[in-house]
T-cell receptor
Framework: SQTIHQWPATLVQPVGSPLSLECTVE??????LYWYRQAAGRGLQLLFY??????ISSEVPQNLSASRPQDRQFILSSKKLLLSDSGFYLC???????????????FGPGTRLTVL | GESVGLHLPTLSVQEGDNSIINCAYS??????FIWYKQESGKGPQFIID?????DKRQGQRVTVLLNKTVKHLSLQIAATQPGDSAVYFC???????????FGKGTTLSVSS
């Protein structure tokens, strides 16, 4: 079965510090991968998605970036965090090609980021 | 902006009652809809999905109804339990799209 991992689970960082959040998927190959941010009491905002290694699409301009160095690894980074970067960051995956109803996304446990 | 929204931000029910959570969508090209459940501090969990060529789909204690005429989606939970307390999101996706569009969520509170 497929599993998705995120770490760290929680993170407290000062303004201006760098950020690296990691997401890995097990049990599937060639997944689509996604990064979302969820502000408190709000819905999910898509930040990045990737259909393959080194193929990243950005949905929202910001000071965040994403990379996919391996097929099942997705990293969210920042060189200098802002207060507004605080939130709950979720990684998700979906099957790229399937006879099943594609585009169902399966989410990881999330990382709670607090920028002080 | 978001094209998928929910009618009510909160819903409170008694244990054992049936719950109905509603969602309106505006993108007539959307072909696929999903309901997610998100418990506090956790990632959203897939509950049930439905394609636009269907108007009803049933799972275990849950039913999703789709009314394309009025662009309305609903999630019915039978015999609601305290463990059903969570935020419920609907999401839509066009077949050719790669991203889901999420609504703002409805918080379901179940009291014993």
């Amino acid at each position: 079965s497929q599993t998705i991992h995120q770490w760290p689970a929680t993170l407290v960082q000062p303004v201006g510090s760098p950020l690296s959040l990691e997401c890995t998927v097990e049990g599937t190959s060639n997944p689509n991968l996604y990064w979302y941010r969820q502000a408190a009491g709000r819905g999910l905002q898509l930040l990045f998605y990737s259909i393959g290694i080194d193929q990243i699409s950005s949905e929202v301009p910001q000071n965040l970036s994403a990379s996919r160095p391996q097929d099942r690894q997705f990293i969210l980074s920042s060189k200098k965090l802002l207060l507004s970067d605080s939130g709950f960051y979720l990684c998700a995956w979906s099957v790229r090609r399937s006879s099943l109803p594609a585009h169902t996304q399966y989410f990881g446990p999330g990382t709670r980021l607090t920028v002080l | 902006g978001e094209s998928v929204g929910l009618h009510l931000p909160t819903l409170s029910v008694q244990e054992g009652d049936n719950s109905i959570i509603n969602c309106a969508y505006s993108n007539s090209a959307s072909d696929y809809f999903i309901w997610y459940k998100q418990e506090s501090g956790k990632g959203p969990q897939f509950i049930i999905d439905i394609r636009s060529n269907m108007d009803k789909r049933q799972g275990q204690r849950v039913t999703v109804l789709l009314n394309k005429t009025v662009k309305h989606l609903s999630l019915q939970i039978a015999a609601t339990q305290p463990g059903d307390s969570a935020v419920y999101f609907c999401a839509e996706n066009m077949v050719a799209g790669t991203a889901l569009i999420f609504g703002k969520g409805t918080t379901l509170s179940v009291s014993s």
